[in-house]
């Protein structure tokens, strides 16, 4: 027995990545904050190429941030300990309690687990001393035998402070019994004593059918299946990594030219990172928007979008090396114009220089020279949540509101600053505004724009002013169309959509059970806003 007991505390594992863990701990923190608990989402070590900055100060894997939401509270860096975000196929920058302290190999970051266990049930702790619940959700599958030894993601975590599992599978994927009985099965005995039950997630057609194999399996390990959550139709969750992509396959020209949307193409290299900067271009229904890595499958578009990146170096080789580079200045020839977030705009200017290796190997890449910008990268992130206002070719504010966050590393400089994007503040605990800064830069003609800011689409008036910028013949017609969508609040209702699906066959009855809880929340915890306020007070180990 752990040290520790944390009787309020539930961990949702699965049998592979992507299984819906994510989703199952974000519908479980909804569901319990819809029934009064103060409840917050935990993931002791996380990676992911796709973050979010907390209120204070850090960066945290982007599942923890729509779980916060779910819960109703600011996501803190207590919520993800841990984030590992890769920059080649065997290594990545290690992120604790929110800040970077360098890259590791896989073998290096190995031996620091032992010393990481701590520091991660630390962060829970402190959640759970503000929280009456906390809901963890594992990574990847607890049956990885390679990564058994020093593990902090899954059952060493949950061994460590005592508490119980539950497995989530995805029977989409086909053979859902031989992943719940093959994970089961290559648990220890005292692992196995841990699992509270199975949930089957993204079953279509009539669960009755199920019913055979859902008795066999819990007849053969003495665990029950808790519930099985139905294929969600149009559900749209901020995703940690995953992302609909095109790729060795040619756009439709017919569907480029056949209809009004606006066409926006995002070149997908290698370290992508931050895609939900595309989420609200995605539900606007006068927007198509296409994910393409190979250049050869380019139809047209009215608008390339450059995303963020892990590997700012790296990736521009590849632009470079996969022709992508001679296909931007020709959109750009026929009329096209270029916006580059982040990595992408770093991309946009005419060197980016790494001198201290900071990424990969010292040394300066020449950029496509599109914005007159240098930018050098530095060992010190940038990790803000921000607001303000657009500005004009002038400079002069627009009545155009903006909001979002930057996480990025690198000094950008050069004449194309002059004619900045947005006048912004940072969003400071409880709403203490800095003094505005100019951020961003404009091509001289106005064709190219670039900018570290992330989510910057998210807001209405800076969509509305995209498709204006982009179409201005088709602008109005394009922007009246999705004008009254709040993509905030939409983010609220797909939330809330899940949570009526997992309660339907996942009662909160079943969920209190499995937490030890009483039958109302307790009277002498904090309430959420309370409780969520607190745990940004607390200092991070």
């Known amino acids: 027995m752990s040290e520790f007991n944390s009787p309020h505390t539930l961990m949702v594992q699965g049998t592979t990545s992507d299984a819906g863990k994510?989703?199952?701990?974000?519908?479980?923190?909804?569901?319990l904050h819809r029934h009064g608990y103060?409840?917050?989402?935990?993931?002791?070590?996380?990676?992911?190429?796709?973050?979010?900055?907390?209120?204070?100060?850090?960066?945290?894997?982007?599942?923890?941030?729509?779980?916060?939401?779910?819960?109703?509270?600011?996501?803190?860096?207590?919520?993800?300990?841990?984030?590992?975000?890769?920059?080649?196929?065997?290594?990545?920058q290690v992120i604790i309690s929110g800040k970077a302290i360098g890259n590791f190999k896989a073998q290096e970051y190995h031996a620091l687990k032992p010393e990481l266990l701590g520091r991660v049930v630390q962060a829970h702790q402190r959640l759970q001393s503000q929280f009456e619940v906390t809901v963890v959700e594992g990574a990847g599958s607890p049956a990885e035998i390679n990564l058994r030894e020093h593990d902090i993601a899954n059952m060493g975590f949950a061994e460590r402070i005592d508490c119980p599992v539950i497995i989530v599978a995805d029977i989409d994927r086909g053979g859902v019994f031989a992943h719940l009985l093959g994970t089961y099965?290559?648990?220890?005995?005292?692992?196995k004593q841990r699992i509270k039950g199975f949930v089957i997630n993204k079953f279509r057609g009539d669960v009755a059918l199920l019913t055979p194999g859902l008795e066999w399996l819990t007849l053969r390990t003495g665990v029950p299946v808790l519930g099985?959550?139905?294929?969600?139709?149009?559900?749209?969750i901020?995703?940690?990594?995953?992302?609909k992509q095109v790729s060795g396959r040619r756009q439709s020209e017919n569907s480029i030219h056949s209809d009004n949307r606006l066409h926006i193409v995002v070149p997908l290299y290698p370290r992508t990172s931050n895609h939900t900067d595309f989420d609200a271009l995605q539900q606007h229904p006068g927007l198509s928007v296409t994910f393409l890595r190979d250049p050869n499958a380019f139809c047209g578009a009215d608008l390339i979008i450059l995303p963020g990146s892990k590997h700012v170096r790296g990736d521009l080789a590849w632009l470079?090396?996969?022709?992508?580079?001679?296909?931007?200045?020709?959109?750009?020839?026929?009329?096209?114009?270029?916006?580059?977030?982040?990595?992408?705009?770093?991309?946009?200017?005419?060197?980016?220089?790494?001198?201290?290796?900071?990424?990969?190997?010292?040394?300066?890449?020449?950029?496509?020279?599109?914005?007159?910008?240098?930018?050098?990268?530095t060992g010190e992130k940038t990790l803000c949540n921000v607001s303000g206002y657009l500005l004009d070719e002038g400079s002069e504010k627009r009545?155009?509101?903006?909001?979002?966050?930057?996480?990025?590393?690198?000094?950008?400089?050069?004449?194309?600053r002059a004619h900045p994007l947005f006048s912004l503040t940072h969003d400071e605990y409880e709403?203490?505004?800095?003094?505005?800064?100019?951020?961003?830069?404009?091509?001289?003609?106005?064709?190219?724009l670039g900018s570290y800011l992330h989510g910057m689409f998210d807001t209405a008036d800076m969509l509305n002013y995209l498709i204006h910028w982009v179409a201005p013949e088709r602008g109005q017609a394009l922007s009246g169309m999705d004008s009254s969508v709040d993509y905030a609040d939409f983010r609220q209702q797909q939330i809330d959509k899940l949570a009526d699906h997992v309660e339907e066959v996942f009662t909160i009855e079943q969920i209190k059970t499995l937490l030890s809880l009483k039958t109302s929340p307790s009277s002498e915890k904090p309430s959420v806003e309370q409780a969520g306020h607190k745990s940004l007070q607390v200092q991070n180990g």
């Open 22 to 31: 994510s989703l199952l701990v974000t519908a479980l923190c909804r569901i």
């Open 185 to 191: 099965e290559l648990l220890s005995e005292q692992e």
């Open 399 to 416: 009545g155009v509101r903006v909001s979002g966050y930057e996480i990025h590393a690198g000094i950008t400089q050069g004449s194309a």
């Open 431 to 448: 709403s203490i505004q800095s003094k505005a800064r100019e951020e961003g830069a404009r091509s001289g003609d106005n064709r190219v």
């Open 38 to 92: 103060a409840v917050a989402p935990f993931k002791p070590q996380n990676m992911s190429l796709n973050s979010a900055v907390t209120v204070d100060g850090g960066e945290i894997g982007r599942a923890q941030a729509v779980q916060a939401e779910a819960c109703c509270i600011p996501p803190s860096t207590d919520m993800n300990p841990i984030l590992l975000k890769p920059n080649s196929d065997v290594g990545a």
């Open 238 to 243: 901020e995703a940690e990594d995953s992302l």
């Open 228 to 236: 099985v959550i139905p294929y969600i139709p149009d559900l749209h």
């Open 320 to 377: 470079h090396a996969q022709g992508w580079d001679e296909l931007i200045r020709r959109h750009l020839r026929f009329g096209g114009k270029v916006i580059g977030i982040c990595g992408g705009y770093q991309m946009l200017g005419q060197w980016v220089h790494d001198p201290k290796g900071v990424e990969s190997a010292p040394g300066s890449s020449r950029g496509l020279n599109l914005l007159d910008v240098e930018t050098t990268l």
